[in-house]
């Protein structure tokens, strides 16, 4: 008996680390888009590198788990691309059942001159439920497959896209921001592009992550909570480079009252931020600029303008002192020379 114990102790301590880390990751579905069968002049290769990109932007446009081709390579134990590749929904269902998705998207891809056409089934494995998707033709190009990729992306209501509602058990995030396709981390892991709305999250809290390159990257502390929506929305700035220069040189940099260095010098900001700029010399007075900036620039202060001012005005202020002085003595003589009264004549007493 003590040794079933000791075994189950030394199992559940093998196990915890693996839980506890996990606690507190998205818990989405996982969503595999298996290659199509391929029909008329349309080659496996062409077919394979479509599928490809489907999953691709579909996992940066939604969010979803999408299982990459690598991912389901060893899941199946099996790098043949055939061995993913469907046309019913029995085997979809069988590959499915293997990979552990929660839902398995199959089709058929044809071709003919210029033309390709693309039908989409969709099977739910959780509720053994399968629905036609998308049925579409386009031209062959480039730029003509990412078209018919992003209305294949939005005619799919799977995982967690922008109809996911919070439920009992789990809660939904929510997140914008400007400029849109700012790159979601939950917790290290990446999770999407915004707009984004992601379900299926446990109660707890998440760190956040947003990128935009050029952007200065966005972080934040999310906490979700059982059958509510957390909305979180922010502006993504860019990290600019600002030289800070001074007449004479030296002077000492405070940005919003922290001490930064000493002129010259780089410093790097955020743009369309206010920031209070406070500058130091000894013997010089303290100068004060409150600015933001929209792209890299250069921050000049000249103290001797302000040196020469004081200059300007001190003297200003003696010689205005000096012309009243003049004036005020010469009134007061003249009101002086005023109540003496006039000479008397000669002769006259």
Partial sequence: MKLLKLQVSLILLAIMPGILSGQMRP??????????????????????????????????AAGWSVLSLEEMAVSLQDSNADAFRVADLKQARKIGKKLQASRVIFGLMAQQDSLCGIRLFIHDLKKNEART??????????????????????????????????????????????????????????????????????????????????????????????????????????????????????????????????????VKLTSETVYNFRFTLEGYSEVFKKISFSQDKMLSVNFNDDRKKWYYWGGGSAATIGVLYYLTSRNSRSRSKAGEGLPVPPGRP
């Avoid at 579905?29 to 579909?58: C, T, W, Y």
């Fill in 27 to 60: 818990q989405m579905p996982k969503i595999a888009i298996l290659n199509f069968a391929v029909r008329g002049n349309l080659g496996k290769a062409q077919a394979d590198r479509f599928i490809d990109m489907l999953r691709r932007e579909s996992a940066k």
């Fill in 133 to 266: 998707g998308l049925t579409k033709s386009f031209a062959t190009g480039d730029s003509a497959n990412m078209q018919a990729i992003a209305e294949i992306i939005a005619s799919l209501d799977i995982g967690p896209n922008r109809k996911i509602q919070p439920n009992d058990s789990t809660g939904v995030l929510v997140l914008t921001t400007v400029p849109d396709s700012g790159t979601v981390f939950l917790n290290d892991e990446m999770i999407g592009c915004t707009p984004l709305r992601i379900g299926y999250l446990k109660p707890g809290e998440y760190a956040l992550l947003v990128t935009k390159p050029p952007c200065k990257p966005t972080r934040g502390v999310v906490t979700i909570q059982n059958g509510q929506m957390r909305e979180y929305h922010t502006v993504l700035h860019r990290e600019i480079t600002v030289l800070v220069e001074s007449t004479p040189a030296g002077a000492q940099i405070y940005i919003n009252d922290a001490p930064i260095g000493v002129a010259p010098r780089r």
